[in-house]
């Protein structure tokens, strides 16, 4: 089992910037890739940033890309995102989710787009950007 705690989230400006942290527990954090999701009111959970289990490689969605940026710390079994330039749109409660990648299949072919992709899940931490 992992488990997982998101914080930093809050109310800001359109145009301002937060850093969401998501803490890890549980089994050791750098065998897991890591993926920041969101889902605002009426929306289905939606694909933010991932993060391979070294760090050296990452994925945005599109509507991100440029202004957010993960990033992890294995020492300190924490992965972030960075979020700047923040858009009214970007509301939603964020969470972050863990797998072990059984196969490259996992990066090659977007799996790391998907939710059901994922085997643990945080609580969420809510973000709003006021316009």
């Keep these: 089992q992992v488990q997982l705690v998101e914080s930093g989230g809050g109310l800001v400006q359109a ?3 937060l850093r969401l ?3 890890a527990s549980g089994r050791p954090f750098s065998f897991y890739a890591m ?3 969101r889902q605002a009111p009426g929306k289905e959970r939606e694909f933010v940033a991932a993060i391979s289990w070294s760090g050296g490689n ?9 202004r957010f940026t993960i990033s992890r710390d294995n020492a ?8 700047n330039s923040l858009k ?3 509301t939603a409660v964020y969470y972050c989710a863990a797998v072990r990648p059984l196969t490259s299949g996992f990066y090659s072919d977007r799996s790391y787009q998907m939710p059901r992709a994922y085997d ?3 609580q ?3 973000v709003t950007v006021s316009s």
């Design 76 to 83: 300190k079994n924490t992965v972030y995102l960075q979020m």
């Design 58 to 66: 990452t994925y945005y969605a599109d509507s991100v890309k440029g």
């Design 120 to 122: 643990y899940w945080g």
């Design 15 to 17: 145009g301002g910037s």
């Design 35 to 37: 993926g920041w999701f």
């Design 124 to 126: 969420g931490t809510q």
């Design 88 to 90: 009214p749109e970007d």
């Design 21 to 23: 942290s998501c803490a």
